[in-house]
T-cell receptor, first 111, second 116 residues
Framework: LAKTTQPISMDSYEGQEVNITCSHN???????ITWYQQFPSQGPRFIIQ???TKVTNEVASLFIPADRKSSTLSLPRVSLSDTAVYYC????????????FGTGTSLTVIP | SAVISQKPSRDICQRGTSLTIQCQVD?????MFWYRQQPGQSLTLIAT?????????ESGFVIDKFPISRPNLTFSTLTVSNMSPEDSSIYLC?????????????FGSGTRLTVV
């Protein structure tokens, strides 16, 4: 199982771009990188998934270098409502694949 | 995306008793997953439940303590047996409604269990 390492916490001011980096040195060939967001008293919510290079959706961008040993979640112009814990996971994208959560990054957005 | 209804949302239980948590999904899914999240901590996978077969438990979790049922493709239950205060946690179920197509897993809102 590829283990992930993220910063425990980050602070950012409203309106800034936030980049959260995740290290996954032992990522396997078939592994995808997935990010989830979790607010207090809620289950995690899927944000974005990628395999290589760059993926963008309406919420975030995911940057993955060629060696895939790390990835960066980019949140543009954060607001107070983006205060949450962000989890980076790696695993095969197949039906029923188990996902194992790391420690996550607690992001606090400051007014 | 799938919608998960998890019940109860919270409960306070006496030590030594058992609580059964229900997870209902609005679409058929092959596998369901049960997680535990202790206060301020990350999620820990308890077991994977496949319809028609026994659940597969992760290291540190046993069937006698956390029996799981999966009677059909939309429903599962997790029972926390013979509870102690150490079982106080949030328990969440999760499914992959997209069959591995890249849109992630959906999680229930969790059951907050307090054992006194």
């Amino acid at each position: 199982l590829a283990k992930t390492t993220q910063p425990i916490s980050m602070d950012s001011y409203e309106g800034q771009e936030v980049n959260i980096t995740c290290s996954h040195n032992n990522i396997a060939t078939n592994d995808y990188i997935t990010w989830y967001q979790q607010f207090p008293s809620q289950g995690p919510r899927f944000i974005i998934q990628g395999y290589k290079t760059k993926v963008t959706n309406e919420v975030a961008s995911l940057f993955i270098p060629a060696d895939r040993k790390s990835s960066t979640l980019s949140l543009p112009r954060v607001s107070l409502s983006d205060t949450a814990v962000y989890y980076c996971l790696v695993g095969e994208r197949s039906t029923g694949n188990q996902f194992y959560f790391g420690t996550g990054t607690s992001l606090t957005v400051i007014p | 995306s799938a919608v998960i209804s998890q019940k109860p949302s919270r409960d306070i239980c006496q030590r030594g008793t058992s609580l059964t948590i229900q997870c209902q999904v609005d679409s058929q899914v092959t596998m369901m997953f049960w997680y535990r999240q202790q206060p301020g901590q990350s999620l820990t996978l308890i077991a994977t439940a496949n319809q028609g077969s026994e659940a597969t438990y992760e290291s540190g979790f046993v069937i006698d303590k956390f029996p799981i049922s999966r009677p059909n493709l939309t429903f599962s239950t997790l029972t926390v047996s013979n509870m102690s205060p150490e079982d106080s946690s949030i328990y969440l179920c999760s499914v992959d409604p997209h069959g591995g197509s890249g849109y992630g897993y959906t999680f229930g809102s969790g059951t907050r269990l307090t054992v006194v």
